[in-house]
């Protein structure tokens, strides 16, 4: 079992930058990729990027070269930095954890509860 806690979410304006955190529990963080997902109101839930267990990352087309996720396998914890936002990258995120590395929802086992990113124009 993993259980994951997201942090670091609120409200920036547009060209600002947040930091979020998503801490882990379980002995076995290291063996996860780790995702961030979003979900925007009225809209379906987004693959953002994923970290695998080596530390290689992945991005969605919209988020390349503005967000960045890194792990700390020492302390259990996959960040998410967001830097220049925009209005339409106000949405929930999600941290999520599974064995495979994939782009969508049902290829991770373990979600967090989400922190909400609301970018003003």
């Known amino acids: 079992q993993v259980q994951l806690v997201e942090s670091g979410g609120g409200l920036v304006q547009a060209g600002g930058s947040l930091r979020l955190s998503c801490a882990a529990s379980?002995?076995?963080?290291?063996?996860?990729?780790m995702g961030w997902f979003r979900q925007a109101p009225g809209k379906e839930r987004e693959f953002v990027g994923r970290v695998s267990w080596s530390g290689s990352s992945t991005y969605t087309d919209s988020v390349k070269g503005r967000f960045t996720i890194s792990r700390d396998n020492a302390k259990n914890t996959v960040y998410l930095q967001m830097n220049s936002l925009k209005p339409e990258d106000t949405a929930v995120y999600y941290c999520a954890a599974g064995l495979r590395v994939g782009v969508r929802g049902y290829e991770y086992d373990y979600w967090g509860q989400g922190t909400q990113v609301t970018v003003s124009s």
């Open positions: 379980g002995r076995t963080f290291s063996s996860y990729v």
